[in-house]
């Protein structure tokens, strides 16, 4: 790296020692920046990177709530707003045991760069709780969003920074929430996106993750003189997003044979089709059951459980063309991007956020695969966010097919900046580059123009 951009990454490693996803994240933005960053010399004078890797606002608090048992449990809640040069802080609440303070804050950091991407007016937050959504009765949840609500609703407004849903947020839980904020500021507004289409919401939010990266896949295909059509693919998770991943890769012809969690994966030769996908839709949005149950149910298909100690993440072990990492950060290891290679996988779109490590990004590069990195390829979901937040300011909803035509735009139109920008700068093909470098652009011209804030 050149000093300026060696000089930060040091000072972020000495200013936040233990938040090793945070420095991973900055660190792979400061690669790409450091290829472009003797051409902005207006950028090092205001001191924009310096700026960028402090949040504006770190928020932590507790949250106390009532187990089914009458038992008092505490957990802990994060909002970080990380920059609002775009925008009002726009970004997901996690509810999951591995949530600390680094883990949001590179969080909030991509979602700024991400939000950036979709041309949308949204700056970049995060936030969310170590509270385990799992196992917990209906009221419980109930209990623990409003304990929750009650003290970010101090933070939050359809002006200043509006959550939505992540790991652990469904629509269950964002309408405990949006209830919890309109009865405590007796005003409906459009605090929270991911909300029901009976009270607010947008048509498509829910399948826009995984919609919008099978939108983006599709145009990298595009571009190859290729398409979906008879390709298999490669899908961790069993969530959101890997749901409507799998169903818009089955529209568009491809056949997806493996789906995970937590406790392992399944795979399944025949491909899992839309009927099977209702089945996972039933056991893990209904019955909240384990992915092991499918394997139960459709014979043809094998369940792997997690191998201890883990080394390598067993979904990337099939041979396939294309693989969506759907699940979480740091899923695709150097082990595991080998195995998709030798395994045959020309392309990886990441639907998670950062699920692959730098070491695996490095090397699927060198190899020539085509790889979209998660701030341009699951940008989906926060595009129709802000296409949500429209609506709201207008008191008009839109139809499903509307807001899946601006979606398709939105997705192209990332991959048109990312393709074209990492070409403008001296990496063609190199999307990461690409979307880091695009994003950041934005942000940082509207940081500047602002001043010292």
């Known amino acids: 790296m050149r000093e300026v951009t060696a000089s930060l990454f040091s000072q972020v490693k000495t200013t936040d020692p233990y938040q ?18 003797d051409d902005l010399p207006h ?56 949530v600390n303070l680094s883990i949001i804050k590179f969080l909030a950091f991509e979602q700024t760069f991400k939000n950036s991407l979709t041309g949308l007016n949204m ?49 269950r839980e964002i309408g405990y929430l949006f209830g919890q904020y309109k009865r405590l500021r007796n005003e409906f507004s459009g605090v929270l996106t991911g909300k029901g289409p009976l009270w607010g919401g947008s048509y498509i939010r829910p399948e826009a993750t995984g919609y919008g990266l099978v939108y983006l896949a599709a145009a990298m295909l595009h571009d190859q003189q290729q398409s979906f059509e008879g390709k298999t693919c490669l899908v961790s998770g069993s969530g959101n997003v890997a749901q409507y991943t799998v ?22 030769p025949a491909g899992i089709d839309d009927k099977k996908l209702a089945y996972v839709k039933t056991l893990k949005n ?15 298909a094998e369940y792997f459980p997690v191998r201890q100690p883990m080394t ?55 190899q020539g695969v085509l790889f979209a990195p ?17 609506q709201n300011s207008s008191r008009i909803k839109w139809t499903s097919e509307k807001v899946d035509q601006h979606l398709q735009r939105i997705m192209k139109g990332i991959y048109t900046t990312i393709r074209d920008t990492a070409k403008q700068y001296g990496s063609e093909g190199n999307f990461v580059d690409g979307a880091n470098i695009a994003g950041f652009l934005q942000v940082a011209h509207a940081m500047i123009d602002q001043g010292y804030v």
Request: some cysteine; hydrophobic content about 40%; proline content about 4%.
């Open 374 to 390: 998660a701030k341009a390829a699951n940008a989906g979901g926060v595009a129709v966010s802000g296409l949500e937040m429209a």
């Open 247 to 268: 169903e818009k890769l089955n529209a568009l012809g491809a056949k997806v044979v493996t789906l995970s969690d937590s406790s392992g994966c399944i795979y399944d």
């Open 20 to 37: 090793a996803e945070f420095q991973q994240a900055v660190q792979e933005f400061l690669i790409s920046v450091d290829k472009v960053i």
């Open 123 to 171: 700056g970049g937050g995060k936030g969310g709780s170590n509270f385990d959504p799992k196992g917990k009765s209906d009221t419980e949840v109930m209990r623990f969003c409003q304990s929750f609500m009650t003290e970010l609703s101090r933070h939050i407004g359809a002006d200043t920074d509006v959550p939505a849903g992540d790991i652990g947020v469904g629509g």
């Open 43 to 98: 950028v090092v004078y205001h001191k924009v990177l310096e700026r960028l890797v402090e949040p504006e606002r770190a928020i932590l608090f507790r949250v106390p709530w009532t187990d089914d048992d009458g038992v008092l449990q505490i957990n802990r809640g994060f909002r970080v707003q990380m920059n609002s040069a775009l925008g009002p802080y726009k970004g997901g609440l996690r509810f999951h045991p591995s």
């Open 286 to 300: 209904v019955t909240r059951g384990r992915i092991a149950a499918y394997a139960d149910t459709f014979t043809e």
């Open 312 to 366: 390598e993440n067993q979904v990337w072990n099939f041979p396939a063309d294309c693989a969506f990492p759907c699940a979480t950060q740091n899923e695709i290891s150097a082990v595991d991007a080998q195995h998709l290679i030798n395994n045959g996988v020309k392309l990886v779109a990441e639907g998670a956020n950062m699920p692959t490590t730098l070491e695996g990004v490095e090397l699927l590069q060198d």
